[in-house]
């Protein structure tokens, strides 16, 4: 059973820093998309950061630059390190995961999500 569960949202004034957390539990497989996603009430649910099997990263173009998104087989941990944070990044944080995939796909293909943990820039 694959379980995952964020940590490290709050609230930070804009051009801070934050650093999300993500313990990772019961995945098998060695092919693996893990990716971090955010929705705000009344948009769609965005994809900000990716990360495959073997290391490949994407991100968002609204975030390209500022945020990285990294893991640590050790501890079973997903990060994203948020820097130069704007007022738009404000929006709940899930960290996702597809199981067996060969390359990181859309929203669609991921199996399993977190609780959630909530994010808030102020100006």
């Known amino acids: 059973q694959v379980q995952l569960a964020e940590s490290g949202g709050g609230s930070v004034q804009a051009g801070g820093s934050l650093r999300l957390s993500c313990l990772v539990s019961?995945?098998?497989?060695?092919?693996?998309?893990m990716a971090w996603f955010r929705q705000d009430p009344g948009k769609e649910t965005e994809g900000v950061a990716f990360?495959?099997?073997?290391?490949?990263?994407r991100y968002a173009d609204s975030v390209k630059g500022r945020f990285a998104i990294s893991e640590e087989h050790a501890t079973k941990s997903l990060y994203l390190e948020m820097n130069t944070m704007k007022t738009e990044d404000t929006a709940t944080y899930y960290c996702?995961?597809?199981?067996?995939?060969?390359?990181?796909?859309?929203?669609?293909?991921?199996?399993?999500w977190g609780q959630g943990t909530q994010v808030t820039v102020s100006s």
């Open positions: 990360i495959n099997w073997d290391g490949n990263t």
């Open positions: 996702a995961a597809d199981v067996g995939a060969w390359s990181c796909r859309g929203k669609e293909a991921f199996d399993y």
């Open positions: 019961g995945v098998s497989s060695s092919r693996y998309c």
